[in-house]
């Protein structure tokens, strides 16, 4: 089942609510802290459950992520990959980073160049490694 993180606008906590992809459509997503519905749904970092991630194992040679920090290209085309295989619904950030990498941009400066993203750095985390 997908993970969504939110961000509470009200009282900035994060949260973490799992929807089935119906349920994601219909949903009104709550902060379990405040109770605002003033939520957004947090992007730049890509989760999956444990299900998918033994998909995206089966999907992806291990090996090959090595150093795909280093190549944007490769993890533009990894990421694609994992849209189509999990087949969510990603938006259109997804799709705008994607293109970016696939044309060899430095992570870094996409987050630099795309200000919403980075805007979601708030632990400190850039979201491209874990
Ligand atoms: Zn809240």
Known sequence: MPTYEYLCEECHK????FLTYAEYDAAEVRCPACG????????????ISKSEESRMENL???SSLDGIEDDPKAMGRLMRQMQSELGEEVGPEFDEVVSRLEKGQDPEQIEREMPELADLGDDGDPGWDD
Do not use: A, D, E
Not at 14 to 17: L, M, N, S
Not at 37 to 46: A, K, L, P
């Open 14 to 17: 994060r949260f973490t609510v």
């Open 36 to 47: 605002s519905g003033q939520v957004r749904r947090r992007i730049g970092r890509i989760r």
């Open 60 to 62: 992806v040679n291990p």
